[in-house]
């Protein structure tokens, strides 16, 4: 019979106390990183298996959290929340907790859902994803004292709740210079319709970038619904155009897919750059965004694990990591 790893054959393994091993399953927060992954690496290495049962019976947490799963729509941008959580799963697991996901069509219908799960089960807290202005659910659960995080930020009031992000505006100001460094003067921009806070900064950045380099952005602004077919029909309408752009930057994947499929149809030498770097752009070599999100995922599970502990009076310090731009083919 193998012999039963406890947190004293952790601790041994790892070259650290037994409380800090603790720490790291039930307060990782207070450990120092790279203590923390010594000890997860150990954890890895030897198979530990925390009793949960009496863990939950010291701590009073079911160590289970909630997060949503989205619609379906055109299988390229919802590959972004499938690795988030897949991330999420990872990093819950690490830190001694499970992951509850649930369908909702939208937020009235996410909102419904959080008296059923908080009925039947006893859940810890949520990570939201897709925050907008007025974003009701947060206020929904704020109200009713249930511990959450955000990946994506209080668009009203930064500081109004915990949140991991990925700034979107530096994303595609990394596009515009990159575009303005080989050579393009017209750099027009495809994006969704003004209101977003996603979107809108991220128009944020390709404005911004061209104004500073002295390149007027009057006329180069389109806005559409997310989508290949909507992105093929504003990028040919730009084509058209008698003084056409020679580059495209695109707010999602799918529109730049879309862009590029009129780029070629029609002949035109223009660049194009999508944002979020799916399966779809690295294979038929689209240039486009990256965003951390194994690393968001960590951070929205470390944020919310400070909010379980009480360590803070007030949320945690919200974080906002930087993306990058992976050049290919089409630029």
């Not at 390149?215 to 389109?222: A, F, I, N, S």
């Not at 529109?255 to 590029?260: E, H, K, P, S």
């Not at 770097?277 to 919310?304: F, H, K």
Request: charged share 20%; hydrophobic share 40%.
């Amino acid at each position: 019979m193998a012999q039963k790893v406890t947190i004293a054959t952790v601790a041994r393994h790892a070259q650290v106390s037994r409380q800090t091993v603790s720490n790291v399953l039930n307060a990782p927060h207070i450990v120092r990183e790279e203590t923390r992954e010594r000890v997860r690496a150990s954890i890895a290495t030897l198979g530990y298996r925390a009793n949960q049962a009496a863990r939950q019976m010291r701590t009073g947490r079911s160590r289970l959290i909630a997060v949503r799963i989205e619609p379906t729509r055109d299988g390229i941008n919802g590959s972004v929340l499938d690795r988030f959580l897949h991330g999420l799963t990872e990093a819950a697991g690490a830190a001694g907790y499970r992951v509850l996901l649930y369908p909702a069509a939208d937020a009235a219908g996410e909102i419904a859902t959080y008296d059923d799960l908080l009925g039947a089960y006893e859940l810890d807290g949520f990570v939201l994803t897709h925050t907008d202005h007025g974003d009701a659910r947060a206020d929904w659960l704020a109200e009713h004292g249930v511990p959450f995080v955000t990946f994506g930020r209080p668009w009203d009031d930064p500081g109004r709740h915990s949140w991991v992000d990925v700034d979107g505006a530096e994303g595609t100001a990394q596009a515009t210079r990159h575009l303005i460094g080989a050579g393009h003067r017209r750099i027009a921009f495809v994006g969704w319709p003004a209101g977003s806070g996603v979107g809108d900064d991220r128009r944020a950045g390709w404005r911004s970038t061209l104004t500073a380099a002295g390149l007027d952005p009057t006329g180069l602004d389109r806005e559409t619904p997310d989508g290949i077919r909507q992105g093929e029909q504003v990028a040919r309408e730009l084509l058209d155009h008698a003084d056409p752009p020679t580059a495209l930057v695109c707010t999602s994947d799918s529109l730049a897919v879309g862009a590029l499929r009129a780029v070629r149809e029609l002949g035109h030498p223009a660049a194009v750059t999508g944002f979020d770097d799916t399966p779809v752009a690295q294979v038929i070599g689209l240039t486009s965004v990256s965003q951390p999100l194994a690393e968001v995922a960590a951070r929205c599970m470390d944020l919310l694990v400070a909010l379980l502990d009480g360590a803070r009076p007030t949320p945690p310090d919200p974080v906002l990591l930087a993306p990058t731009l992976v050049l290919r083919q089409t630029t």
